[in-house]
Structures are given as C-alpha cells and as structure tokens.
C-alpha cells in the first residue's frame, strides 16, 4: 500500500493521473479541462472515503480509476462552467457583476496611488 501511495505522490498533471491509471483520454478535453478533472477526481475520492478504508492496494487502485474515469466523463460530456466545480463557477454562473456606482468609488482611490 506505500509503494501505491508513493507512486500517487509522483503525480503532478491530468496526464500524469489519466497514464497511471491507464484511462484513454483526448488531449483536447484535457487541455481544455484538466483542473477541473482532477478537482472532480478528488472530491469523488472523498465520498469515497469510508468504503475504501478497509480495501486493499488493488481495490484502490480500481476504485480511483473508476472515479477518474467519471471525473473525465464529466467533461466529455459538459464543460467547466456547466460542471461548476469551481467557486468562480458557482458564484453567479461565473460573471462577476461589478456596478458603475462600486467603479465610481473606485477613482479616487486609484487616482491617489497613481
């Protein structure tokens, strides 16, 4: 079970995961979305927790790429601002809404630091 958590440590990019795990992927949705992927991966892993506590080094492994495999599918079949997996996303369906009197109070101040 150390040498499979090692391996994980080892793992820096959606790519990284997505090889590891041997998930087929599209290079074009990963660039597109792949912080989205692997925050989705991550919040699946913590549902996950108590059923996987007992599981050995194979059921993880299978477990993880099950949930890696959905988390990719997310985004085959959505995008990051439907997914909403960000806070920037949740907020407002990601626009922010700035009004023209929070911009007026704004002026002095930045003509003072000018």
Same mark, same amino acid.
């Given at each position: 079970?150390?040498?499979?958590?090692?391996? #994980?440590?080892?793992? &820096?990019?959606?790519?990284?995961?997505? @090889?590891?795990?041997?998930?087929? *992927?599209?290079?074009?949705?990963?660039?597109?979305?792949?912080?989205?992927?692997?925050? $989705?991966? *991550?919040?699946?892993?913590? @549902?996950?927790?108590?059923?996987?506590?007992?599981?050995?080094? !194979?059921?993880?492994?299978?477990?993880? $790429?099950? #949930? #890696?495999?959905?988390?990719?599918?997310?985004?085959?079949?959505?995008?990051?601002?439907?997914?909403?997996? *960000?806070? +920037?996303? @949740?907020?407002?369906?990601?626009?922010?809404? +700035?009004?023209?009197?929070?911009?007026?109070? &704004? !002026?002095?101040? !930045?003509?003072?630091?000018?």
């Amino acid at each position: 079970m150390e040498d499979f958590l090692q391996k #994980l440590k080892t793992l &820096s990019s959606a790519e990284d995961f997505l @090889q590891f795990f041997g998930v087929p *992927f599209d290079q074009k949705v990963v660039n597109v979305s792949r912080l989205h992927i692997l925050k $989705r991966f *991550f919040q699946y892993i913590r @549902q996950e927790e108590g059923t996987l506590a007992q599981a050995d080094e !194979l059921q993880i492994f299978t477990a993880y $790429r099950a #949930l #890696l495999m959905r988390a990719y599918g997310d985004f085959l079949r959505s995008t990051p601002a439907q997914e909403k997996v *960000f806070k +920037v996303f @949740q907020d407002v369906d990601g626009k922010q809404h +700035v009004t023209l009197d929070s911009l007026k109070a &704004s !002026l002095p101040t !930045l003509r003072a630091a000018a």
